[in-house]
């Protein structure tokens, strides 16, 4: 179960995906997907379903809002601790939940983690290579040192962990399946306003640095 730095943020999470689920419920219509799909809308029919869609869109946009409001006033923290595991060896993060926004004091919270984002990654650096994804490059991937993680480790403000370790079933040309390990400790240096370092818009002054360890070449 997910520990919040505030107790209180848990219900204001629960309304957002409530929210979000009534939201999809509400404008999601089957029979009016299969009436487009075969044309059996005329156009002032579809143009009308199509202002219901985004009625309930907006209605929805407008309820997500009420809640952060809400919780923007109470200063309520968005930040909800996570642990990451691996090899036995684990380190509890915090981070920022994907429906709560930031208050303040909830980025200082991120960047006192760092040390502990750091032994966990020095540890498995000495059983696997590391890696550095540059969306500029064809390759993607590119062998990296400690060195250099360890220079964006300075730089960069906090540090996000996450441990893909599955088997995944790969569909082969000849139609037959084979399973594949899947694995990874990946770790994202980010820096700037946590409200945007997903946004490619708000490069550079929010964004982050993308490494991985493995003994494999990376997805690219």
């Not at 306003?193 to 003994?215: C, E, I, K």
Request: hydrophobic letters at 40%.
């Amino acid at each position: 179960m997910t520990k919040f730095q505030d107790p209180r943020a848990r219900a204001i999470a629960a309304q957002i995906e409530a929210i979000n689920v009534i939201g999809y419920e509400s404008a999601y219509d089957p029979v009016l997907q299969n009436h487009v799909i075969q044309g059996g809308l005329s156009p002032v029919e579809g143009i009308l379903r199509f202002d219901m869609f985004m009625g309930k869109v907006q209605q929805a946009a407008k309820n997500r809002e009420a809640v952060w409001a809400f919780q923007l006033s109470q200063n309520i923290s968005g930040i909800e601790w996570y642990t990451v595991e691996y090899g036995g060896i684990t380190a509890e993060l915090p981070r920022l939940h994907e429906d709560l926004k930031c208050v303040p004091g909830d980025k200082q919270i991120l960047m006192q983690s760092k040390p502990v984002a750091l032994d966990f990654l020095a540890y498995w650096n000495q059983v696997f290579k590391v890696w550095r994804y540059d969306r500029e490059t064809d390759e993607r991937w590119n062998r990296s040192k400690w060195s250099q993680f360890d220079t964006e480790y300075l730089r960069r403000e906090w540090i996000e962990i996450w441990v893909e370790d599955y088997i995944s079933t790969v569909l082969l040309q000849d139609g037959t399946c084979r399973e594949e390990p899947v694995f990874a400790i990946n770790a994202c240096c980010y820096w700037g306003n946590p409200m945007d370092v997903h946004r490619t818009d708000a490069y550079l002054q929010s964004g982050s640095s993308w490494f991985q360890w493995n003994n494999f070449t990376p997805w690219r």
